[in-house]
Each structure stands twice: as C-alpha cells, then as structure tokens.
C-alpha cells in the first residue's frame, strides 16, 4: 500500500461534474474547497442543498461539509491560494459554428493566475479540444511569476451514475507534457483505483481528443443501433432479439444497444459537434461523425411521423399523454432531451400534451414557463382524457405501469413506445395498438 497523502483542492465550478469531483475527493479525506460565481448556488451549498438531481450526491456532499473536508466559496482568491490542484469543471458550450466557447475556462485561467502565491496544478476536467491546455498554459504563464503545471484530466462520469462512476472509473485519463507533472494528480486517484495500470498517463493531446473519441464512438454505437431499429421496423424483424444477438459479442459488447428517440444531453450532442468543427479546421473531414449526428437528429422525426401519420388516418382528437421529459432516466436534466424536442414538435403541430416526469418537470416549468400547463401531478393524471400514450424517457417507474388501469379506466387508445420499455407479449394481451422503436407485434 501507498501511503495516503491528502491534499488541498480546489474545484472550479460546481456543476454535474464539479460538484461530484469535489465530494468524491473530500470523502477520501482531502481538503476541497468548492468555487462558483453563481451566489444562489453556493448559497444553496452552504445550507445543504443540491442544485440538481444526481442519486448518492446529497449524502456525499453533507458527510463531507458536516466533517469540514468539503467547503463552498464565491471568493476565488481565497479558493485559489488555498490549493496545490486546481480543477477547472466549467461549462464549454457549442458556439454556432459547433466549435467550443472556451470562454469561461480561459478567462477564469487568467483569473486565478493573479492570485497564485505557490506552486499550482491545474487540470482541466471540462470537456475541451485538443490544444486547450498549451492555451491555458500560455494565458497562466503571461499572469503569473509562480511556477506551475497545466494537466488534462478528462471526466468519463455519466449523469445518473456520476458517483458510482467517479468512485470506479474505468480507467483515468491525464495528459501531461511529463510524468513529474503529471505525478500529483495520479497520486490522488490512487484512492479510487487499486490497479496503477489502469490511471493512463500520456500527451495532452491525446488525453484531450480521447475524451472525444469515447463519445464520439459510444453516440456512434447508439445510432448504428438505432439505424438497424429503423431497417428492423421497416422488415419486421425485432431489435431487442437483434441486439442481444450483437451484445454477446464480446468484441461488441452489450451496452449501448438500447434504441430510442436518440442521444441528448448535455455531453454528446455538443461534443460531436465540436469533434466535427476540430476536424474541419484540421483540414478532415469527419463523414461517419456527420452521419451519426445526422442519424441523431432523424430519430426524433421518424417517431413524430409515426404519431403523425396515426393520428392522420385514425381521425382521432389530437390528445396525447406523454411520461416522460428529461434527457435519460435518473436525472432532472432536460438539456436537449429528445423527449422535449418531441413535446415541442408535437404541441407546435396542434397535438394537446398532458406531461408528467418524475425528475424532470420543475426545470422544464423554468425552462418553458409557456408550457407549463402541460405538466400534471402523476402519470396516470396525464393519460385522462387522452387518446394515446409516449414514452419518451426510460424511467423504470413507466415500465412498472398497470397496463390494464392504462386500458380500461383511461381508455388509450394506442401507445407510441419511444424507450422500448414496455414488454411486448403484455401489451399483445391488452388490444391496444402498439407502436415502438424497432419491434413491431
Ligand atoms: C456521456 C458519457 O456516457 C460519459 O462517459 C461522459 O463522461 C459524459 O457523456 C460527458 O461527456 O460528460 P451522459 O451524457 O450522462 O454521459 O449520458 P449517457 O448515459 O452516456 O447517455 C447519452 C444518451 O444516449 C442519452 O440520451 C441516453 O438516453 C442515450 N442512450 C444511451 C440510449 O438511447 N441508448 C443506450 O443504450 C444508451
């Protein structure tokens, strides 16, 4: 065994990805102190609050407050001075040409260089393109006189799962220009994984574009599948058996088969696009990228025509209950959720919405204060008075619906399964249509 050294930290933005790292390396006993410009957030912190949703984050957050290992500030000298790392978690939003705005995580850079009084590593865990950290270093160097270090460190942690992944990552990434920089920040995962050969120490570069690459070729994955759910609806073969068939190729491997409305979030739509607009300025061009996200974005259209084209022949009230609104299960975020994508679309095409998610319905009132009358209470609520059902996020409490309730006392009609969720022999016994991504019955 290593002996554990614990270390002062400082985490620059205390979003999904900030507010996980920070809690995660406070519960193994180093000093963390978490940094925000956003008053109402840090507000909320201090008081034991979480600003978003994410299973095991508030427990972990109070243990490590309550035990003083885990502080939340807005004064960035005092957080900077404090830290020997510095972790930069700040957001990186598309532009319109898709390339990265990097301009949160450069200006705070030149920020907190003024305020370096010792030797600092800073590591950027934002998702960034390849060259960012010679930018950063660059910008740090022309602030400051002390020495420092600038390390890419790459996030891999899913919205949902982020403290089980940040507590048994897969592997860790960091990009350094040498292995005595990189050195402090692989001594702080040691902590999370026993297993020295899986903490990967490389170039910047290549640390920066891996990231990329991971995402770029797990979206790929989800697309191809979902390519072969449209092909399978058109010959009816089912997509379920097919990806089972696929998973259990160990080359293949069983995740990331699951078909649905597409990919969203606040990670992959923006990070293709950004992949797209590094490799055109690199002068390449990326054509299977541009076809997975060109797949993506006809995913959503496909199944608005089926609902479409339902309700064209069927001549029925346009009512619709949709379960549903977040971007995946287990999460309160909507950011490019295909499931609002598909409200939008359908409350734009004179479809009437009732809405209900479990997690998901007060970002969606702030976010879309003119739709906020769609939202009810419960799931059944949604489905009174409708003609017909969406799923369009795969929450487990929808699957475990009463099918028979959803038949008999609310009359639908016809369910659009946009997840797949619900098992294909019970809906067969219910006689109602039934329309989902890939299968038919
Ligand atoms: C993704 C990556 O999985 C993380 O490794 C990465 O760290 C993160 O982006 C990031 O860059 O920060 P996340 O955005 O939380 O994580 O979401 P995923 O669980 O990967 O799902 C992405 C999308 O694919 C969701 O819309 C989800 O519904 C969809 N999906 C995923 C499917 O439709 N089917 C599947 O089988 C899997």
Redesign the pocket.
């Known amino acids: 065994m290593y002996p554990v050294l614990f270390v002062k930290l400082t985490i620059i933005g205390t979003g999904?990805?900030g507010l996980v790292t920070g809690a995660c390396f406070a519960s193994k006993g180093n000093q963390v102190i978490c940094l925000d410009n956003n008053q109402e957030k840090i507000q909320k912190l201090k008081m034991g609050e979480i600003p978003f949703y994410e299973p095991k984050l508030e427990q972990l957050v109070l243990t490590s407050y309550k035990n003083g290992n885990l502080k939340f500030t807005l004064n960035q000298q005092e957080a900077v001075e404090f830290a020997d790392i510095i972790f930069l978690c700040l957001p990186t939003p598309p532009k319109e040409d898709g390339s990265s705005d990097l301009s949160f995580v450069l200006k705070v850079s030149e920020e907190i260089a003024t305020f370096f009084n010792s030797h600092k590593t800073v590591v950027t865990k934002s998702?960034v393109p390849v060259g960012t950290c010679d930018l950063i270093r660059e910008i740090i160097s022309k602030n400051t006189k002390q020495k420092f270090s600038v390390v890419s460190n790459?996030?891999?942690?899913?919205?949902?799962?982020?403290v089980d992944?940040f507590n048994n990552p897969d592997r860790v990434v960091i990009g350094a220009s040498s292995q005595t920089q990189a050195s402090p920040v692989f001594e702080l995962y040691r902590e999370f994984l026993f297993d020295d050969s899986k903490i990967l120490v490389m170039d910047t570069k290549s640390s920066e574009l891996s990231?990329y690459a991971?995402?770029a070729f797990?979206?790929t994955k989800?697309a191809f599948?979902?390519e072969i759910a449209n092909i399978s609806t058109v010959l009816g073969s089912n997509v379920d058996q097919i990806a089972r068939v696929m998973g259990m190729d160990e080359r293949i491997g069983n995740?990331?088969?699951?078909?649905?409305?597409?990919?969203?979030?606040?990670?992959?739509p923006k990070?293709l696009l950004s992949l797209l607009q590094t490799s055109k300025q690199a002068g390449y061009e990326f054509k299977l990228l541009k076809a997975t996200i060109e797949g993506n974005l006809r995913q959503i259209e496909i199944f608005y025509t089926t609902i479409q084209e339902y309700f064209l022949k069927s001549g029925k009230s346009k009512r619709i209950g949709v379960w549903g609104l977040t971007?995946?299960?287990n999460?309160d975020d909507l950011r490019e959720?295909?499931a609002v994508k598909l409200v939008i679309k359908l409350l734009q095409n004179g479809f009437q919405i009732k809405a209900y998610d479990p997690k998901g319905m007060q970002n969606f009132k702030m976010l879309y204060p003119q739709y906020a009358h769609i939202l009810q209470t419960d799931k059944y609520r949604c489905l009174e008075n409708s003609e017909a059902l969406v799923i369009a996020?795969?929450w487990q409490d929808f699957a475990k619906a009463d099918l028979n309730k959803i038949r008999k006392q609310f009359q639908i009609k016809v369910i659009f399964d946009g997840?797949n969720l619900m098992d294909l022999k019970s809906v067969q016994s219910l006689g109602l249509e039934y329309f989902s991504i890939g299968r038919s019955l």
Not at 154 to 162: D, I, V
Request: glycine share 12%; aromatic share 14%.
């Open positions: 999904y990805v998702t790459p996030e891999f942690l899913r919205e949902g799962k982020a992944d990231k991971a995402n797990l979206a989800l599948i979902n995740q990331f088969l699951k078909p649905g409305l597409g990919f969203g979030g606040s990670c992959f990070d971007f995946k299960a999460t959720s295909p996020t795969e997840r």
